[in-house]
């Protein structure tokens, strides 16, 4: 009797743990992705969720498979509303360009990928909790040792990570990506929500020690000023040798020093055209710029003319995704208009386009950057990598042809792409070679990695996000560019159809005004093109190796000096 009143007393407080944690945990994970300005609360956003399900797992009211089956549900909604705020750009696209209504769209977004940041922080927060049997300060440091040991690891749809999301533009810690990556900055964002885990239990419980405690927090401010003083010594590294660098241009020395940086002038064209004929409802467009080769090369011609009559690096001209009106290698007549262009104004010319060959059974069709040279001919080109999913690819379509099918019958503008193979790099004189990944390619480590261990010193991302509206799809994209220009240690380019193009330097930060959302404009910048050395792109194997050695390591300590699986 005294149990089943027990059991009663208990099961309204572990409802009442359940909607609250559950729904702030997604709301502060919502409010980390770029764009609203509270990304730091994603140092918080994971308590709620844990505390919750540190409760579930203390009372023992369930079995094991209820207590999964708890643990995936308030997973799942923390993921739905964390999906419904920060991917709210999706719904967007959805509503806008899908032609499904809004609520509709709304729904889509909250289950769908919803679903997959839920499976996620299932797979991270509620898995190792499973097979926990003695909660205490072992528990919390093995569960943060594997989430720091599977994230890189993980497969996901869109490739976010919470460190990264956390800590973008956050002065100084952010620079340490170039040791640990975006991914290894959970190292601070989990950890903070561990940390207070384990004052709640000692505060609300009585377990754990103050010894303890105190050891714990001492580590972790430890942390804190290691990453903050590295970031804070790398960051004025980068700026004594930009100074060095401006300040031996100018004495031409760069003549007399084989190995001293090339130079290359870059011009973004951002012409903002429309995509109001594919949207459901055309003022939502918020552009009616019509796309045409003849406004493109026009705008072009105004940045050329703005250049310095005695500049005399390699210029290369730069039109982002869908802003070039016909597939490049199928139309001869406008094609032959681009390549006369490059060579009558002596500039290469960087584009985006879409490509395919025929097969015995159907048409492969690829997303593709082209390098035009300065002598009017083709250079190079780059078939995208990382596809979009359901906008350029259905995810597992092989799998489920008949949902697939279905997909395709019922959302607009759905497009299914190959997937390239090569992390291509291209070629300019005066030893200059840089990558032209396309649009969401960037949200790959791998991808980005790969070009710039393949010899590439310039990253220029093409994009094309007019499909997200006037949504926060943008400040996403600037964000995860940072990330991947302090983890390879290169400038990057980010050159929109509409907004936000930017130069981002080597250290994350702007080296130029920004665009806004739906401007029509240009941006030009002369860029030193240099190697410059970072640990994580020469040994991220090393780095996640090292997460996994540490994982397994702490679990076997955990066990015998914790007994936390006993």
């Known amino acids: 009797m005294n149990i089943s009143r027990e059991i009663q007393n208990q099961i309204p407080k572990t409802k009442s743990l359940f909607w609250i944690g559950s729904i702030i945990s997604g709301i502060l994970l919502g409010l980390s992705a770029p764009g609203f300005g509270t990304n730091w609360v994603g140092i918080l956003a994971f308590f709620p969720l844990l505390a919750v399900l540190d409760q579930l797992h203390k009372n023992r009211l369930f079995s094991f498979q209820k ?9 799942w909604f923390s993921g739905s509303i964390a999906a419904s705020i920060g991917g709210y750009w999706i719904t967007n696209s959805i509503n806008v360009f899908g032609h499904i209504p809004w609520f509709a769209a709304l729904l889509i977004t909250a289950v769908g990928y919803g679903l997959e940041v839920g499976i996620q922080l299932f797979v991270y927060f509620g898995i190792p909790l499973l097979f926990i049997r003695q909660r205490g300060g072992w528990d919390l440091i093995v569960r943060l040792a594997f989430v720091l040991a599977l994230d890189p690891w993980y497969p996901r749809l869109i490739q976010w990570n919470y460190g990264g999301l956390t800590f973008s533009k956050f002065p100084w810690l952010e620079q340490a990506a170039d040791i640990l990556g975006a991914s290894g900055l959970l190292l601070y964002s989990a950890g903070f929500s561990f ?3 384990y004052w709640w239990r000692w505060k609300s419980e009585g377990t754990g020690n103050r010894k303890s405690l105190f050891k714990a927090s001492t580590i972790y401010l430890i942390l804190w000023v290691l990453g903050l003083g590295y970031g804070a010594w790398r960051t004025q590294d980068l700026v004594t040798q930009n100074s060095k660098l401006d300040s031996a241009s100018s004495g031409n020395i760069q003549n007399l020093v084989p190995d001293f940086p090339a130079k290359l002038t870059v011009m973004v064209i951002q012409p903002n055209f429309s995509l109001q004929e594919l949207a459901s409802n055309p003022e939502l467009a918020y552009s009616k710029r019509q796309q045409n080769l003849a406004g493109l090369l026009e705008d072009s011609l105004k ?6 009559e005695n500049t005399t690096t390699p210029k290369l001209l ?18 032959e208009k681009v390549l006369s262009f490059a060579e009558a104004n002596q500039t290469y010319i960087l584009l985006a386009t879409v490509d395919w060959v025929k097969t015995q059974t159907a048409y492969k069709f690829h997303g593709v950057s082209v390098l035009i040279g300065a002598n009017g001919e083709v250079l190079g080109r780059y078939n995208k990598i990382f596809l979009i999913p359901f906008g350029e690819t259905i995810p597992f379509s092989e799998w489920f042809p008949g949902i697939a099918s279905w997909l395709r019958n019922n959302i607009a503008n759905m497009s299914e792409f190959e997937r390239g193979k090569e992390y291509t790099v291209f070629s300019v004189p005066e030893n200059i070679e840089f990558s032209a990944p396309i649009c969401f390619d960037i949200f790959s480590p791998t991808v980005v990695r790969g070009m710039v261990r393949n010899g ?16 926060t799809a943008s400040d996403n994209m600037v964000a995860v560019l940072r990330w991947r220009a302090i983890e390879n240690r290169v400038p990057v380019v980010f050159a929109s159809n509409n907004g936000k193009s930017v130069f981002i330097g080597a250290d994350g930060k702007n080296r130029s005004r920004q665009l806004g959302l739906f401007e029509e404009g240009s941006l030009t910048s002369t860029i030193n093109i240099r190697p410059q050395f970072s640990f994580f792109r020469e040994y991220a194997e090393w780095v996640w190796g090292g997460f996994m050695f540490l994982f397994f390591m702490l679990g076997i300590l955990a066990q015998v000096r914790g007994k936390i699986f006993h």
């Open 67 to 75: 207590r999964a089956g708890l643990f995936f549900v308030v997973c």
């Open 318 to 335: 730069i039109w982002p995704e869908s802003v070039y009106p016909d597939p490049f290698f199928k139309v001869a007549a406008s094609r």
């Open 303 to 308: 940045a050329l003319e703005q250049l310095p």
């Open 456 to 471: 590439s010193n310039l990253v220029v991302n093409l994009s094309n996000l007019a499909w997200f509206g006037r949504t």
């Open 195 to 197: 940390l207070l885990l």
